[in-house]
Structures are given as C-alpha cells and as structure tokens.
C-alpha cells in the first residue's frame, strides 16, 4: 500500500523538505551555541530581549511575542537564563503592578559574542543558496508575516 499523498515525490513537499532543512540547521546552532551553554530558545530570547530593551521596558508577554515562543515556555528559559544571572525582572517603569524583563551586563556581553557564532553558522549554513539567499530570506519574511496576522 502507498501514501495516498498530492505530490511525486518526497522532494515535491515543502512541508518535508522544511522539516529537514529545520532540523539540519538547528543541529547546526546547537553546535554553534554550545560554547556559549546555551540553547537555541536561550539564545532566541536572550537576543531578542536584548534587541527590544533599546527602545524601552520590555514585558514578558511582549517577549514571546516578537520571538514567537509559547509564554509559559519563555517563562521557564527566563527563569534559566535569571538563575544564571543573564537577565532580571525590574519593577517596571510604567505599571507598578508588572515587572520588566531585561539583560544583564553579563547576559549583553554573551549574546554579543554568541549572536557572532549564529550568524557565522548561518552564513556557512544557507551558502548553498548563493545569490538566491535574499529571495529566500524574503519568501521566509512572506509566510512569517502571512502566519502573524493569519
């Protein structure tokens, strides 16, 4: 018996092939991060944390929702990366009730040097794509902002 399926073959279904692909490149980060002890969600939050604290206080819930991670999850890496004196939770400025999230001097300075190893790695990573990584980058940004509103 077959797979009742739509497409030729295996190397006809996007789904399949991004699977694969996903899995490979986060093998590959996870090489990367090792150095750092990090994990790739780590990394994430403490990246994206990093970014979103220049322009003011930044809430858990916002967090996870520029990062698209679960928010009990991000509470439980945030509660990691606290432990390990990479972020705290100050009051925050503007509602007494909440407490921010921000980066530690230390949780800055690891990031910074992570965030060198990521982006080398995926530089080594997409280079099969050549001259079709901005095309790819963009059809990426297409179904991320397709998936955000939809």
Known sequence: MSLD????????????LLWQVTNRWQAAQRAALKPFELTHVQFVLLATLTYLQESGAVTQKALAGMAA??????????????????????????????????VTESGRELVNRA??????????????????????TTALRTIAEARRSG
């Open 115 to 136: 965030v060198i190893a990521v982006e080398d790695c995926d530089a080594t990573f997409f280079a099969a794509l050549g001259g079709g990584l901005p095309a790819f």
């Open 69 to 102: 991670t679960d928010p009990m999850m991000t509470s439980q890496v945030l509660r990691t990366l606290e432990g390990r004196d990479l972020v705290h939770r100050p009051p925050h400025p503007t509602d007494r009730r909440a407490r921010a999230v921000a």
């Open 5 to 16: 399926t739509r497409h030729d073959s295996a190397d006809d279904s996007p789904g399949l």
